[in-house]
Structure formats: C-alpha cells, structure tokens
C-alpha cells in the first residue's frame, strides 16, 4: 500500500466497521496480494449497497441506525484512500466517479454521512487521478459539502479542496465561480468552531482559496 501509511486498514466482517491498526510499511512486494483484495471489497461492498438504493432496502441489521452495509463501504472506501498510490492500476477513477461516487456525494441523510465523509476523503487521496474536466463537478460537491452539519464531514471535504487546489493540475479559471461560497463556508466554520486543529485546518484552507498566486478579487 502507499508507503508513506503507518497503519493498515482492517474491513471488519461483523460489524463492518474501520479498525486502523498501527503497522510498519506495507513492503511493496505485498501490493499484488493486498490491491486485489482491496479491489475485491470494493465491489462486494457496491454489490452490497447499490447507488440510489433505498435505506430501508438494504440488508442486514443496522449499527448506530446506519444500514451495516453502508458501514461496510465506508470501510472499503477508507482501505481504497489509504492505498490510492497502489490501487491506479486497479482502479479506473474516472468512471467510478461517474458512475458511483458522484451520486452518492449527492445523497441525503444522517445515515449516508459516514460515506460522504469516506468519499471526500478518497477523492483527496486520488486527486492524482482526477481529469481536467472533471474538476469543477467535485469544486462544487465539495464546497457543498463544507455547509454539511458534520464536522467530520466539513473537516474531510477542507482537506479535499485544499488537495485538488495545491495541485499541478489547478486551473484557476475552474475554480473561480466557487470562491465565493467557499470562503463563506469556510469563514462560517471558522466562526462556529472552538477547536485549536480545526481552525488551523480551515485557516490553511481559507488561504488556499483566497492565495493571489490561484485566484483574484
């Protein structure tokens, strides 16, 4: 998995839930064992919770009132950003983005926060991976995400935009028509929030947005 992890993502069978366990370095002699296993939850996890499926429709008992297979993939999500270096092989972003991820960013409902919160962390973890013209769509996903009643929402999508803005790939003209909500929602953040990180966070975030060098008033 990605070398620079200190600890390796474990996918719980019952409950399904995240368990970091602090680990050396994966070698990357393990990356034919461990990619396809990854790969392999991932579509067990789809299978288990299709996009757009309805809450009450999904199998198996629930957890915290959140549907134990939305858990499982926000495990299996968890494992696919920790090891974003080693899964490019494995993984065509592109059309998962389109096909899944986008729709379920979009979704609504407490039980669905813990997967949004997984989701903006994948896409920071595979901004490498993002095309041009797919940029704008997670600006505005994300942004919108920053307004979510979950600081760990809020905190995951901050990280995410200030991936894809400290990026080669940034193009100020793409981003421009976010700025404006984004500061907004940033400076709300701010203003409501007591904790010394996530200022700190939100702060390194504000002045990626705002930095004359990407974008101008």
Not at 92 to 108: D, M, P, R, V, Y
Not at 177 to 195: F, I, K, N, T, W
């Amino acid at each position: 998995m990605k070398a620079a992890s200190s600890h390796l993502v474990c996918l719980h069978p019952a409950p399904f839930t995240t368990v970091y366990v602090p680990c050396p370095v994966i070698p990357q002699a393990h990356r034919d064992v461990v990619a396809p296993f990854v790969v392999q939850s991932l579509h067990a996890a789809s299978n288990a919770a299709p996009v757009s499926t309805p809450l009450e429709s999904l199998p198996g008992p629930c957890v915290a009132s959140i549907p134990r297979a939305l858990l499982l993939k926000e495990a299996a999500y968890t494992a696919a950003s920790v090891g974003a270096y080693d899964l490019h092989d494995y993984v065509n972003f592109k059309s998962w983005l389109h096909s899944t991820l986008l729709a379920e960013l979009a979704s609504s409902g407490d039980a669905w926060r813990p997967l949004r919160r997984a989701i903006a962390r994948l896409i920071g973890a595979w901004v490498p991976q993002v095309k041009e013209e797919d940029r704008p769509v997670l600006y505005a996903a994300l942004v919108a995400l920053l307004s979510e009643q979950d600081a760990c929402v809020q905190l995951s999508a901050v990280a995410a935009l200030r991936a894809l803005i400290d990026d080669f790939g940034f193009e100020v003209k793409e981003f421009m028509g976010h700025v404006a909500p984004c500061v907004r929602a940033l400076a709300a953040m701010l203003r409501a929030s007591q904790e010394l990180d996530t200022q700190t966070q939100v702060r390194k975030d504000l002045l990626c947005s705002t930095d004359t060098r990407h974008c101008t008033f």
